[in-house]
């Protein structure tokens, strides 16, 4: 058998404002490049689709730049999600020798679930055997996750529902912010008599964060739900990004209310996906304002709780077809990246191109870190601002400095101090 031709590296953490990274990354790739003698690099950015393309084009053409400057001999491809596609064509034949867009998301539910069997998946939707709706909130402190909860059940929804909400001791008071007119006593209340694990997993908890994937998951959940109410990363006015989360529902064959990103269903629309808006009272994809559109997803969540067996044939019929539509953009992903295997004479599978395994920790090795040999120290205010942006939760205001940290929000404050350590130097 050929011996490999490559090596593979992961280079999310550009996205880092850390300056130890660009360095650190171009070290310990020429490392294993000396130590290996493989003439093709492949570089990937998959795991994190979310981030503005101004926030790190660039540091990709100075990363570029140095690992040629370095190893001006080595061919240099690309593997990067599609969800970057229309905003990366300053990435040319001068910085890589070529590039693939795969949707990496949706491959990697199918690859585990289909291919490696790390879970069943439900088989079909019946209306008559399922009577309670699902919503995995996943980290709680967003407006879309502990709000939107808050809001099901003060329309006494939650009686119809099978809910997720883990707290430890950093999303509590994030997640408490959300909900300001609760009193403490009140917060405390709804958090104790709401808090569920019903799939019984385990979080992953490294420096301060929780964190888990979505599989393995237990079938049942899914397969005893009537439909799901998807929790997505993002919400508000940032561009659709769908993630495992979307691809697990659709995989399941349930049919959905999506609470992210202004636009999503438009996205799903347009590569095909039945998002079930004829079935609904209210339209909710295109409302910017947070409040309505929780508000939007409640009043189709109640429609649907009470009338949705009206709809039960042709919903049966629309996720049967997101399905084999999945299934089918699955395969085409598999052939690109089959493609790019043989154009470069790689001789390897793909899942040595591309990693489907959870890989959350990336950061981690970052955290407080500025050690590269010969490079000056970096500011108080860069270490500073790679630490804050570090531990952020999303919703977070900037903060640029230590002497910025007293304009941030109390709650915020408090939890830099009390979670993660903080204290100005």
Not at 189 to 214: A, C, M, W
Not at 229 to 239: A, C, H, R
């Amino acid at each position: 058998m050929t011996g490999k031709k490559h090596i593979v590296y992961q280079i999310e953490a550009i996205y880092l404002p850390n300056p130890a990274v660009i360095p650190t990354i171009v070290n310990e790739i020429t490392e294993q490049l000396l130590a290996y003698n493989h003439p093709y690099l492949v570089l990937t950015m998959l795991f994190e689709g979310c981030h503005s393309v101004e926030t790190w084009q660039y540091k990709f053409i100075k990363l570029i730049s140095l690992i040629r400057e370095k190893n001006p001999a080595i061919k240099i491809l690309l593997v990067i999600d599609d969800w970057y596609q229309t905003d990366t064509s300053f990435i040319d034949k001068s910085l890589v020798d070529d590039k693939i867009y795969i949707n990496f998301f949706l491959l990697l539910v199918h690859q585990r679930l289909l291919v490696k069997g790390e879970s069943p998946t439900a088989t079909h939707w019946s209306y008559d055997k399922n009577n309670k709706f699902l919503l995995l909130t996943g980290k709680p402190n967003k407006p879309h996750r502990i709000r939107l909860l808050y809001k099901l059940k003060q329309q006494n929804l939650l009686d119809h529902a099978t809910w997720s909400l883990f707290m430890d001791q950093k999303n509590y008071y994030s997640s408490r912010a959300l909900l300001p007119e609760l009193s403490e006593l009140e917060f405390y209340k709804f958090y104790l008599e709401y808090e569920k694990n019903p799939d019984k997993i385990e979080i992953v908890t490294e420096q301060g964060r929780f964190h888990y994937s979505g599989i393995p998951y237990n079938v049942e959940l899914y397969q005893t739900s009537l439909f799901q109410i998807i929790s997505e990363t993002l919400f508000g006015k940032t561009s659709p990004w769908l993630t495992e989360k979307t691809w697990l529902t659709i995989i399941n064959q349930r049919p959905f209310l999506l609470a992210g990103p202004v636009g999503t269903l438009a996205r799903l629309q347009d590569m095909g996906f039945r998002t079930f808006e004829n079935y609904l009272t209210t339209h909710y994809d295109s409302i910017e304002d947070t409040e309505q559109k929780l508000n939007a997803i409640v009043a189709n969540a109640c429609h649907w709780v009470n009338n949705i067996n009206q709809y039960a044939d042709n919903i049966a019929q629309d996720v049967e077809y997101n399905f084999h539509l999945m299934i089918a953009l699955a395969q085409k992903n598999i052939a690109i990246l089959q493609q790019f295997v043989a154009d470069h004479s790689l001789n390897c599978d793909i899942e040595e191109v591309v990693t489907f395994e959870d890989t959350s920790d990336y950061k981690l090795r970052y955290l407080n870190s500025d050690c590269t040999p010969g490079k000056p120290p970096a500011t108080a205010d860069e270490l500073f601002e790679g630490w804050y942006n570090n531990i952020k939760d999303p919703s977070w205001p900037s903060c640029g400095s230590e002497n910025d940290f007293s304009t941030l929000p109390k709650w915020i404050q408090q939890e830099c101090i009390e979670v993660f350590g903080y204290k100005k130097s």
